[in-house]
């Protein structure tokens, strides 16, 4: 049976943390719940990679023909996905396809998401790139447990962001 998971934090350094959020809003107390130990069927991967982007290198480094643009309101490091990951650097993907993504869900969080997990494809819906975060990672960590619905793995990621400003150090204290 594999370890409980982690949580691996990358942007431009790592670092592990041994618990898992599980609050209810990013701007309120945050709550930590150590991962329980699953059995081997849910227990489908070893930790979670928070990812953030810096918003103009994922422009520089999109394909020609994709329409990437950094909007106005956006200033800062911006939410990549929180994606379930092994040591042996696999890890799962589109887990559960009966979990269909659905934007209604994210209703009390959408100013939030966007804001903070901006879509940079301007040609693109707002919310395409969290339905393929969703189907990709987010169903993994439905399966496993750790989360119980499409907004508790948006929100959980959203208090990720919050809990790991990576680009606070590098603002200007002026």
Known sequence: M???ALLVFV???FF???VISKSIAPQQNLLFKPLSASTEKDNIFDYYVFTQQWPASGC???SSGDNCEVPANVTGWLIHGLWPSNFDGSYPAYCDDQYK???QELL???DQLVLYWTNLYMSEPVDSFWEHEWDKHGT???VAHDVCSEFDYFNTTLCFHTLYPVGEPCQDPT
Do not use: E
Request: net charge neutral; proline share 5%; glycine share 0%.
């Open 16 to 18: 592990s943390h041994q």
């Open 140 to 142: 993994c960590a439905y």
């Open 101 to 103: 993504f659905n934007d």
């Open 108 to 110: 009390p969080i959408w």
């Open 2 to 4: 594999k370890s409980s």
């Open 60 to 62: 520089i480094t999109a």
């Open 11 to 13: 942007s431009s350094v």
